[in-house]
């Protein structure tokens, strides 16, 4: 009988779009642009989190809209004079770092600012793969219960910012925040939890100044003493 050799492909796979992805981090660190990978399960509000953040953010927004399929959200920032992008996947359930580097090479970037990458509605996929950011963001929410820390440790534990978003609903659930927080904090003890609404605005002027202040020291880094590629998660 033939020798049966499993080849494991995956690794390769990632490999190959890590080595982009840090590509397409240099470039971006390069124009002083903070680039934010946007995660969350459908429904927790990943676009209304941006919307919510422009009163708020001094830095220049860019965005690129990740989406099985439609448009609906790109045209609906395209509306508010965002300038945004979009992708979509027709079926792959989270964004690579190729599809990152396609997208950039059709955008300008005439000043130092945020660029907001929603990823695919998934709590799983793109948790696995890198697309360049400097943060990843997770957008968790009330009404999908307090154990997704439990049941998507992943994500949790890869993310540089988690927002509990509609927090205005808690007094209609039941919701357990310190089960939620517990969960938290077993996976990234250090990483910043902020409370907010979409509906009301709560919470989102300080998640702004968390990302002004980020894109600061980026930009400053950069015009400075160098650039650091390193995630690491900043109070």
Same mark, same amino acid.
């Given at each position: ?30 124009? !002083? +642009? @903070?680039?934010?990978?946007?995660? %969350? ?7 209304? =989190? #941006?919307?919510?953040? &422009? ?57 130092? !600012? +945020? @660029?907001?990458?929603?990823?695919? %509605? ?7 793969? =890198? #697309?360049?950011?400097? &943060? ?100």
């Amino acid at each position: 009988m033939h020798d049966i050799r499993r080849i494991d492909v995956r690794e390769g796979i990632l490999d190959k779009n890590d080595h982009i992805a840090e590509h397409v981090r240099e470039h971006m660190t390069a124009h !002083g +642009v @903070l680039v934010v990978n946007e995660m %969350g399960a459908p429904g927790v509000g990943k676009t209304t =989190t #941006i919307k919510s953040l &422009v009163p708020h953010l001094k830095s220049r927004l860019y965005v690129i809209e990740g989406d099985i399929e439609s448009d609906i959200d790109t045209r609906d920032l395209g509306s508010m004079g965002i300038d945004t992008r979009q992708i979509n996947t027709h079926g792959e359930c989270h964004l690579d770092a190729p599809q990152i580097k396609h997208q950039l090479s059709h955008m300008s970037f005439d000043e130092p !600012g +945020v @660029l907001f990458i929603e990823n695919i %509605g998934n709590l799983v996929c793109p948790a696995e793969f =890198t #697309i360049g950011e400097h &943060v990843m963001m997770l957008i968790s929410t009330v009404t999908e219960g307090s154990d997704k820390p439990y049941k998507y440790p992943l994500a949790f534990e890869k993310a540089d910012i988690i927002l509990l978003n509609k927090v205005d609903l808690i007094p209609y659930l039941d919701f357990d925040e310190e089960f939620f927080m517990k969960g938290v904090r077993a996976l990234n003890k250090d990483v910043p939890v902020f409370r907010v609404s979409g509906k009301t605005g709560e919470g989102f002027a300080e998640v702004a100044a968390w990302l002004d202040e980020n894109a600061a020291k980026l930009e400053a880094r950069e015009h400075g003493h160098g650039h650091s590629h390193d995630h690491h998660h900043e109070e």
